[in-house]
């Protein structure tokens, strides 16, 4: 069965950083995009970046400030978060959309989600 781990979240003051990690474990054939989205009460999830094959896309209110990045060779996504505000304080979630080995059929998946806490 495949399914997303997430770590790295936390409490940190303002302007300082934090990394989350994700990693796709199971049986996979091919993971076409990985990336992060983030929730707060009341409000609907909403993206932070995405990573595919073709392109990287960020909200634009963590443009210059997060960074995405992958290694395909282990199905992970990492993403850097610097100069953090109080606003960035949500729970982030993982997600992958993927093929699993020996299926053709795409499969979305999300992580548990993981508490990032900006409060000095």
Known sequence: QVQ???SGGGLVQPGGSLRLS???SGSISSVNAMGWYRQTPGKERELVAISSTSRTNYADSVKGRFTI???SAKNTVYLQMNSLQPEDTAVYYCYA???PAGSYRHLELWGQGTLVTVSS
């Open 22 to 24: 994700c990693a796709a």
């Open 4 to 6: 997303l781990v997430e």
């Open 69 to 71: 990045s992958a290694n």
């Open 97 to 99: 959309n993927l093929v």
